[in-house]
């Protein structure tokens, strides 16, 4: 398992273009791979931190970093860490400060027998960290007070001849795990809906 980061330069025609759709990026990402060698889903996610955008990848296989930075920001230079080590010290009990990206949404169900019920995305503030604290035991980790919001609201681009829209938080603070294999899960799968658009990257450091 591999964690990648690249700095995207915003004075890239490349970049800029990437950051306004995900459907760019995920292209871009799939083709820094060779045929077959992206085993299981990728995660990412843009991050903005300290005036700088940089774009954070989650593979089973160490991507091309030179295919990545010629596709999305040419200026630009990535690293790899192998996540291997840390994912096979995880224990019950630990502590970590976390980030994650997600897609906060409920389902609305149909009065019609057998047909599923709608998705919603989550709307106020209350109701994303109300998401993310009811959906923390099924990943494995438990939060408390010290969760925050940092960013919210709806992001959205077009895609053929209509725009598509999601719901979108990005969290913060310190985390708990309380059951080491869901949450394993949870970092090299991901939390929620809509991956492919860049959504449900947990990354966490040691506090």
């Given at each position: 398992m591999f964690l990648s980061r690249i700095e995207l330069n915003t004075n890239d025609l490349e970049a800029k273009r990437a950051l306004t759709s995900p459907q760019v990026i995920h292209a871009a990402l799939e083709a820094c791979f060779e045929e077959n060698a992206a085993t299981g889903r990728l995660l990412w996610r843009i991050d903005r931190l300290y005036g700088k955008i940089y774009l954070l990848?989650?593979?089973?296989?160490?991507?091309?970093?030179?295919?990545?930075?010629?596709?999305?920001?040419?200026?630009?230079?990535?690293?790899?860490?192998?996540?291997?080590?840390?994912?096979?010290?995880?224990?019950?009990?630990?502590?970590?400060?976390?980030?994650?990206?997600?897609?906060?949404?409920?389902?609305?169900?149909s009065r019609e027998y057998g047909v599923r019920g709608k998705i919603y995305g989550h709307v106020t503030i209350e109701q994303k960290r109300a998401w993310l604290v009811n959906k923390a035991k099924s990943c494995g980790f438990e939060t408390n007070e010290s969760l925050e919001i940092t960013e919210a609201g709806q992001v959205g681009f077009k895609k053929k001849s209509h725009r598509v829209s999601f719901s979108m938080a990005v969290y913060e603070g310190f985390l708990t795990v309380t059951d080491r294999e869901l949450f394993i899960k949870s970092l090299t799968q991901g939390i929620g809906r809509a991956k492919a658009y860049g959504f449900g990257l947990l990354t966490v450091a040691h506090i």
């Open positions: 990848l989650f593979s089973a296989m160490p991507p091309n970093l030179t295919e990545m930075s010629n596709r999305l920001s040419p200026s630009s230079t990535g690293e790899t860490k192998d996540y291997s080590g840390f994912l096979a010290q995880i224990q019950a009990g630990q502590s970590f400060r976390f980030r994650l990206k997600a897609n906060p949404v409920h389902s609305v169900g």
